[in-house]
């Protein structure tokens, strides 16, 4: 069985950091787990790392589609799986890191995603948000209770499982987590324990996006002729820029929301992962130095323990 490693947490915790350094010292390439940084043209808002960030490490499945494109998670699988087969051919360790946590277990699990019905997909991009909750009330009644009206993506989600499968997507993820993993993967998890530690990390991560230009990249965008609708642009980081770049709201309150959300987002991502037992954990705010945590994964990785 194929040997990956997994790095893995919310945002803002220092993934491609420990990514890039961990494929420096165990001869790795990083395979992207993140699905925003799939699409071309969506640098700033989904903290791609520059050229001179990833200090000469290849990366894999970064800008492999259009902004206007939609994106699945059997796609990604696919995609993965022949880089990781490509990275270790060449004798190299594929290191996956994200924190788009159904790509992570897909990945690792394999089988259950279906593919989208793109008719289906469109048809639903027709209706409005009350008529989505309302559509996963009568054939998903427990995701209903437990999304908010707003998060449109899942509910898009639970719909098109249940449409494909005849399944919600408790019982759909319920039948995956059964299934045999297909690679044998070290997890690892990069979080801060002290949660404020990691929402000051959120916090200066989103000023930073905004003076590297989130809003000219956000209206370059738009400009272009990607739809406010378009999957791509419900990212955090653009779908609450949007409306103050068309007058709906000063900026200073789009930014405000920008990193309440992200910092939601931080809290799902850590409720995803937290059931996840195979995860080693590492705490930034608990260690002298990032290097500590770096040579803990090192061990990790070649060992199993630290």
């Known amino acids: 069985m194929q040997k990956i490693v997994c790095i893995v947490g919310p945002t803002a915790s220092g993934k491609t950091k420990l990514g890039i350094e961990l494929c420096k010292k165990l001869s790795g390439e990083v395979v992207s787990a993140d699905s925003m940084q799939i699409y071309k043209g969506m640098d700033i808002g989904t903290a791609k790392p520059s050229l001179e960030e990833r200090d000469g490490v290849p990366h894999h499945l970064f800008d492999i589609v259009d902004a206007n494109e939609a994106y699945s998670v059997s796609r990604f699988v696919e995609d993965a799986d022949r880089a990781i087969e490509d990275i270790a051919n060449r004798g190299k360790l594929p290191v996956i890191v994200g924190g788009t946590g159904l790509y992570i277990d897909a990945l690792i699990r394999g089988?259950?995603?279906?593919?989208?019905?793109e008719d289906y997909r469109a048809y639903l991009m027709s209706?409005?948000?009350e008529e989505?909750?309302?559509m996963l009330r009568q054939v998903d009644p427990l995701s209903a209770e437990r999304l908010h009206l707003?998060?449109?993506?899942?509910?898009?989600?639970?719909?098109?499982?249940?449409?494909?499968?005849?399944k919600t997507i408790g019982e759909h993820n319920e039948m995956t987590q059964k299934l045999p993993p297909r690679y044998d993967a070290k997890i690892i998890g990069l979080t801060c324990q002290d949660r404020q530690i990691l929402y000051d990390r959120?916090?200066?991560?989103?000023?930073?996006?905004?003076?590297m230009g989130l809003v000219e990249e956000t209206e370059k965008l738009?400009?272009?002729g990607i739809s406010e609708t378009a999957t791509s642009m419900q990212a955090i980081g653009y779908k609450e820029i949007i409306p103050a770049i068309k007058g709906e709201m000063s900026l200073d309150d789009a930014v405000l929301l920008l990193k309440q959300a992200t910092r939601r987002l931080a809290k799902r991502q850590l409720t995803w992962f937290r059931r996840d037992m195979r995860i080693k954990w590492f705490y930034l705010d608990n260690r002298e130095s990032f290097e500590d945590v770096l040579q803990a994964s090192c061990d990790f990785v070649k060992n199993g323990n630290v």
């Open 111 to 117: 089988g259950g995603f279906a593919e989208y019905d």
């Open 127 to 129: 209706k409005t948000p």
């Open 132 to 134: 989505l909750f309302d």
């Open 150 to 166: 707003k998060d449109i993506k899942r509910i898009t989600r639970a719909l098109e499982i249940f449409h494909l499968s005849g």
């Open 202 to 211: 959120i916090e200066k991560r989103v000023d930073e996006m905004l003076e």
């Open 222 to 224: 738009l400009s272009s």
